[in-house]
């Protein structure tokens, strides 16, 4: 554990400080996710070994947990300082950027991994995450639908060959809110009426959201509305940039009974760079967690024969912005698997 540990604590440090300092720990916040991250994945291969295959992993819950309690003081603390007059426009935008990235890239898949777990307050803790994120659907839409559907046609989180991030994204979010809500409403219909009534996940979605859009209101003033909308929009854009990295164009074989064939490793891409990987808990050893979806974070493996990407995930999420440069360097990769098409 002490690589998760030590990676996103340095970050988590490096924020308040900029938060309440400015300058240079400003800098430093958003440098530490950015161009450090990328140089040490590039030149350190590895500091931390895997742990032990089939070890129990207590200490990471406990972590995972206190990160998802930790995302709600620095989303406050960000706004607060955000619509205050301490710091310089420029501290401002350093941190707004540090902030918003920490949010997509290590918030998120820690919830990711929250909402996966057994016991009900991590699952609660993960789902409100994504509520403050305004992306409350996708702690149903990602177990319910995209582990279902994941490289078919039934997945709007599964892009095709050749799509744009720009047209994934709309389609996406869309698809995931609609198909989240239709697979939450069948389990209901299956239930009690009072379950049906009472419990919708939905309702703590939009009802949370909308929460939390008058709370940073009220609290924060016009100003940091503002900043709360687009820091959760700025999240919202890393949170599909992943999906759409971590699947683009590995589709299922559809067999001759309709039905696709079973989730494999060959239907993600994953990243071996070691420091993206410990700050985004695990996140781009993706096939791994398909096929597994309850093994913790710090458990996840990498195989012989998975789609590897040429980048890590965050420098993939760059490249996916600039569509023409991004098919370019896909195309190659598509290639050397067999499924250039």
Not at 197 to 217: D, E, I, L, T
Request: net charge positive; charged share 15%; aromatic share 12%.
């Amino acid at each position: 554990m002490i690589g998760f540990v030590l990676a996103i604590l340095a970050q988590v440090g490096l924020l308040v400080l900029g938060a309440l300092w400015g300058g240079g720990w400003a800098v430093a916040a958003l440098v530490y996710i950015t161009a450090f991250a990328a140089a040490l994945d590039r030149v350190v291969p590895r500091l931390f070994p895997d742990a032990a295959q089939g070890a129990e992993f207590p200490s990471g819950a406990r972590f995972s947990v206190a990160l998802g309690l930790i995302h709600f003081a620095l989303l406050g603390l960000v706004l607060h300082v955000i619509s205050g007059d301490a710091l310089s426009v420029a501290e401002k935008l350093f941190i707004f950027v540090a902030y918003a990235l920490f949010f997509g890239q290590v918030s998120h898949p820690n919830a990711h991994e929250l909402i996966h777990r057994s016991a009900r307050f991590p699952r609660l803790l993960g789902r409100w995450v994504y509520i403050s994120l305004l992306f409350g659907h996708h702690a149903s839409a990602h177990v319910l639908v995209h582990h279902s559907y994941v490289g078919t046609e039934k997945d709007p989180n599964s892009p095709k060959l050749g799509a744009s991030f720009y047209h994934f994204f709309a389609k996406a979010w869309r698809g995931s809110f609609t198909q989240g809500l239709k697979a939450e409403t069948a389990l209901r219909a299956r239930g009690s009426r009072a379950r049906r009534r009472w419990s919708h996940p939905y309702v703590q979605y939009v009802g949370g959201a909308v929460g939390f859009v008058v709370a940073a209101a009220v609290l924060f003033g016009a100003k940091g509305l503002i900043a709360y909308l687009t820091l959760a929009l700025y999240a919202q854009v890393q949170i599909l940039l992943a999906d759409y990295v971590q699947h683009y164009g590995l589709r299922r074989v559809i067999r001759d009974n309709g039905k696709p064939e079973p989730v494999s490793d060959a239907h993600s891409w994953n990243s071996p760079h070691w420091f993206s990987s410990a700050l985004m808990v695990n996140a781009p050893r993706h096939s791994d967690h398909h096929l597994h979806p309850s093994r913790p974070y710090p458990g996840l493996r990498l195989r012989d024969g998975m789609p590897i990407l040429p980048h890590s995930l965050p420098v993939m999420a760059v490249l996916a912005l600039y569509p023409p440069i991004w098919r370019r360097v896909m195309r190659r990769e598509l290639d050397g698997l067999g499924k250039g098409g």
